[in-house]
């Protein structure tokens, strides 16, 4: 049976030792994050670690972040941190941006799908943050959905996806960010971005110099650096169609027209309906729509949505670059140019 705990204000934070104790002893325990909910275990423990690729149907060559409450626990899981580690953990951190470098034996094979570096990121969380200092752990925690499923943004959608799978649940409402942390690899030159997210390659590059950039809308047909990123992923049950830039409501129309026999669900960035189609509004901002793009595709899902249609009217850069890469795998590349 999980064990749902709801965590409101620092006062509740004694709930959270019975979660800790459960993690430091190899249990597996969901907690919400700024990006989004993670399915923590005990990094140090390989055993509980490979209960998290069995609760999620992951698989195995996909690996895990690393998730630390205070910079000084990095020392000990990484062969050293350079001076741009410490430059982004002392300016960016906490916060959604994950960092790779060479691991110390410390770190089990099963955490980085047998690979020599490790992924580490401190979440910004309050809730996160103390359940890891109170596990005295580091905690490896992917996203705490199905895998494949769209991320989950809310305990609600963790319930839905690894209920009885785990311990403990912790509700801490809705992740201020939405989507996953900017993962950057330090161990290359220049660093590399290996999947853009809530810190942008602008904010990097200003602080450390020339950093690869991750193109907005590069493919899954690319060959895979990180190992995560060739498969499918964010994916609702129902087909996905996307449209691309600011002449989006004629060509959204016609679809609607050209389907009548199908429920059609439409996620708008900003106040909008549609004839012959439900609709969620997103937000007018990259930000909101971020925010609320994974809680959308779950609830089209639910409603009995057959098609998603989705606006996507922005210009790309900071998040938007983040979102643009989670709904294309969404949708499947299935995106249409409206200019
Ligand atoms: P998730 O935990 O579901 O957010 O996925 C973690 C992401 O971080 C995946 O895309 C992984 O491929 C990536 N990742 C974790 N560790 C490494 C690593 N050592 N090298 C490259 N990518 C990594
Ligand atoms: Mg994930």
Known sequence: MSKVITVKKPQDFYQLDAPAEALA????????????????????????????????????????????????QIYELVKSVPPAAEKILDTLAPGPVTIILEKNDVIPDVVTAGGKTVAVRIPENYIAQELIARAGVPVAAPSANTSGKPSPTKAEHV??????????????????????????????????ILRP????????????????????????????????????????????????????????????AATPQVNVCVLTAGERTYQGAKTIN??????????NLFDALRTADNQGADIILAELPFPSGGIATALYNRIYKSCGGNVVLCK
């Open 282 to 291: 997103c937000g007018a901002t990259p930000e909101e729509y971020s925010k």
């Open 159 to 192: 319930k839905e996806d690894l209920w009885d799978k785990v311990s403990y649940i912790i509700d801490g409402g809705s992740c201020s960010v939405g989507l996953e942390s900017t993962v950057i690899d330090l161990t290359v030159t220049p660093p590399a």
């Open 25 to 72: 002893s190899g249990e597996l325990v969901a907690f919400p994050t700024e990006t989004v909910y993670g399915l923590g275990a005990n990094a140090l423990d390989a055993f509980a670690v490979k209960s998290i690729f069995t609760a999620k149907g992951r698989p195995q060559d996909n690996p895990l972040i690393v998730h630390i409450a205070h910079k000084s």
């Open 197 to 256: 997210g809530g810190i942008s390659h602008e904010e990097l590059a200003a602080l450390i110099g020339e950093v690869r950039g991750y193109k907005s809308g590069d493919s899954d047909t690319t060959a895979p650096k990180s190992p995560g990123m060739k498969y499918r992923h964010y994916a609702p049950k129902a087909k996905m169609k996307v449209f691309k830039g600011q002449a989006f409501e004629e060509a959204i129309k016609e679809t609607i």
